[in-house]
Every structure is written in structure tokens, then in C-alpha cells.
């Protein structure tokens, strides 16, 4: 009895012994091959750093070079934190900085960051923009986000000349607030009406008002004078040229759906002028923005394939059209260096800058539009 026993409990040992055997060659959990990371930087600009760095999960740190690629090798599978360092204060980053990636067994996973630089100081300029119905201001290098507006019904800041005030429009109605995002003015009170424009005097707004078969442009006082606003044509999108004696325009049907011309008349409404010729190309110009020294503007042309529009730079009198970028609301900078636009990537609304002369441009924000510079 004793040894049928001992011939039990051992026959139990040896089964256990192979039950063990089997579980530790095919483990429940299969083991994982590290994965890797290619990182690669597209820079352009002007005086681009020559060096960035990149640093992943807060740990390893490394140098990389314009326009460069490195790679880290040996990462567990799962997510990792990538940060790119040495953007410098005036350029911008696409996309996000810190962003994660998924790393998977024996496989590299690639990313990019595209850098951009704008010139010295340029960094430190401030746009207004639009960002789900509210207005916002930044810097061109995407730092010191302030949130203006509470409503989300706000649409097209304009800022004014001395850069103390911003006019927008708000449910079919124009306004002024300081820059700071207090003190907020009702300036229309009857129609609907949007797109207000600054004098160069500030001291009137220009703006467009719709009507059933049409829009006309206005303008109004920018503080209130007790005067009604009066109206200068049939037209849309007024923008004012940087001596005060000329406004450029859209028209005459201002409904995208018609082609649609830029003019430009003299400040009092008189002898409007045709520049382009939307009917010849098929074409629909609109969002006229002037240069700081009055000889052109930059504006959005779009073609039979709406709503894919082109920025277009074009002389005062029509010569020269030259496309430089993909987009809508051109807006040139004071320097007149840049003209900032908004597009959409991805299904998302971004802000980009652009070289007058088209040859560099990249991403400035995300989730905006609408833009305009502080003087």
C-alpha cells in the first residue's frame, strides 16, 4: 500500500514537472522584439537654426540637424514621447510638440516635424484669429494664447491702426472691443452685416451689408457720432488702402456663386474700377488685402473646383497675378514680409504664413482662421 503510494505522489511530481515544462515554452504572454523610431526634420525659412534636438520619453536627448533624420533603436513596443528643442523664437512648429508615438514589435515607426523661421522679431508679432465661434489672439510663434471672446458667435477680427482695438462681427452686427477683449461697443444695429475694415485714420469702418439679391459696403464711425452709416456701393469684403484714399472690393454678386471680381474705387464710393477678370478665367476673387505700401494685394482666387482656393498676389492695377499659396483670407504683415492665411489639413482649420515671394511657408496655429496683424 505504501509504495502504490510513493508510485502515486510521483507520478503527480512528474506530470507537474511537465505541465511546468510545457507552460514556461509557450508562455500565455508572448514575448515582444523591440521596436524603433525615425525621426526626420523639415526646416526652411530664414536663418534657420542649424541644430535642433529631440528628446524621447523625457529621458534620452539627441542633436539633429536641419533637415536631418536620427533614429532610436532598441524601444519597448507601445507609446512614446517625442519633444522637438531649438525651434528659437522666431520660427514655428507643424504639427505638435511634445506628440506620441506607438511603437510595434520589430517595426520603425516614422515621424516628421516641419519647422519653419520668419526672420528676427518676427516671432514676437501678434495675430487675432477665430477659434470655435470666439476670437483669440497670439504670437506668430504660437506662444501667449489669450482667449478674447466668450459669445462664440464672433467671426473676423480687424485690428485697428494704433493696435489699442479690435472691430468684429458678431450675430449680424458689428462691434469694437479693446485689445484686451473689455469694453465691447455695439457699431450696427440694423441689417446683417460682417467683414469690418479699419481706416488708416481710425476713425471709420468699412463693412459689408446683405441684402436679398446682393451686398452693399458701408461705413460707419468708429466711435459713435450720432451719424448713420452710409453706403459707398454694391460690393462685399472692403479693404482699405494703406493712404486712406482708396478701398478694394468684391463684387458684384458677392454669393460664391457667380464669378465674382476685385475692384477698387476711391474712399468716397467713386469710380470703382474692375482689376481682375473672374468671367475670362472662371474664376472668383475675393478677400482683397493691400500691401503695407500700397502697390498690391494679396487675395483668394477660387476656381470651378470650390472650395479649393489659391492666395494670389496681384498689382493695384491688375498686371502681375502670381500665385504663392493654397488657401483663403490672405493677410499681409506689417512688414510686409509675410502674408498669413487659413486652410484646412486633415479636417482641421489651420493658420499658415506664407513668403510674399512664395518661397517658403509653413503652419503657424491650429484650430483657426480668420486672421489678422496687430500693427
Same mark, same amino acid.
Given at each position: ?15 507537474? *514537472?511537465? @505541465? ?27 536663418? &534657420? %537654426?542649424?541644430? !535642433?534636438? &529631440? ?9 539633429? +540637424? ?8 532598441? =524601444? %519597448? ?8 528643442? +531649438?525651434?528659437?523664437?522666431? @520660427? ?20 516628421? !516635424? ?5 526672420? $528676427? ?11 470655435? +465661434? ?33 472691430? !468684429? ?59 448713420? $452709416? ?11 488702402? $494703406? ?10 454678386? @458677392? ?18 474700377? %474692375?482689376?481682375?477678370?473672374? *468671367? *475670362? ?20 482666387? @477660387?476656381?470651378?473646383?470650390? %472650395? ?12 502681375? =497675378? ?33 513668403? &510674399? ?5 509653413? $503652419? ?12
Amino acid at each position: 500500500m505504501r509504495a502504490a503510494v510513493w508510485i502515486v505522489m510521483g507520478l503527480g511530481a512528474a506530470i507537474s *514537472a511537465a @505541465c511546468r515544462d510545457a507552460s514556461s515554452s509557450n508562455p500565455t504572454t508572448p514575448v515582444r522584439d523591440p521596436g524603433a523610431v525615425r525621426v526626420v526634420i523639415a526646416a526652411a525659412g530664414v536663418e &534657420v %537654426p542649424s541644430q !535642433f534636438s &529631440v528628446t524621447i520619453d523625457n529621458r534620452t536627448t539627441r542633436a539633429i +540637424g536641419r533637415n536631418d533624420s536620427t533614429t532610436f533603436v532598441d =524601444l %519597448p513596443t507601445g507609446s512614446h514621447t517625442l519633444a522637438l528643442g +531649438g525651434v528659437g523664437a522666431d @520660427c514655428t512648429l507643424g504639427d505638435r510638440s511634445p506628440r506620441t508615438v506607438n511603437v510595434g514589435s520589430r517595426d520603425t515607426t516614422r515621424t516628421s !516635424f516641419t519647422v519653419t523661421c520668419w526672420g $528676427p522679431g518676427v516671432g514676437g508679432s501678434q495675430l487675432a484669429f477665430v477659434r470655435n +465661434g470666439d476670437i483669440y489672439s497670439a504670437t506668430l510663434n504660437g506662444s501667449s494664447v489669450r482667449q478674447l471672446t466668450t459669445i462664440r458667435s464672433s467671426n473676423e477680427p480687424s485690428w485697428s491702426p494704433d493696435g489699442q482695438r479690435i472691430a !468684429f462681427s458678431r450675430s449680424s452686427d458689428i462691434y469694437i472691443m479693446n485689445a484686451d477683449g473689455s469694453n465691447v461697443v455695439r457699431r450696427t444695429t440694423i441689417g446683417t452685416n460682417y467683414g469690418p475694415a479699419w481706416s488708416p485714420d481710425g476713425r471709420r469702418l468699412a463693412y459689408t451689408s446683405l441684402r436679398a439679391d446682393g451686398a452693399d459696403v458701408f461705413v460707419v464711425s468708429a466711435d459713435d457720432d450720432g451719424r448713420a $452709416p452710409t453706403r459707398l456701393t454694391a460690393g462685399c469684403d472692403p479693404a482699405w488702402s $494703406p493712404d486712406g484714399t482708396r478701398i478694394a472690393f468684391g463684387g458684384p454678386s @458677392c454669393d460664391d456663386l457667380n464669378r465674382d471680381d476685385l475692384f477698387v474705387m476711391n474712399a468716397d464710393g467713386s469710380r470703382p474700377i %474692375p482689376v481682375t477678370n473672374g *468671367a *475670362a478665367t472662371r474664376t472668383l476673387y475675393a478677400n482683397a488685402a493691400w500691401s503695407p505700401d500700397g502697390r498690391r494685394f494679396a487675395a483668394t482666387a @477660387c476656381t470651378p473646383s470650390w %472650395p479649393s482656393c489659391d492666395i494670389v498676389i496681384v498689382n493695384a492695377d491688375g498686371s502681375g =497675378l502670381t500665385t504663392i499659396a493654397s488657401g483663403w483670407q490672405p493677410k499681409w504683415s506689417p512688414n510686409g514680409r509675410i502674408i498669413v492665411f487659413a486652410n484646412v489639413s486633415s479636417g482641421t482649420s489651420w493658420l499658415y504664413g506664407v513668403a &510674399v515671394d512664395g518661397n517658403y511657408q509653413g $503652419p503657424i496655429l491650429i484650430d483657426a482662421y480668420s486672421p489678422s496683424w496687430r500693427p
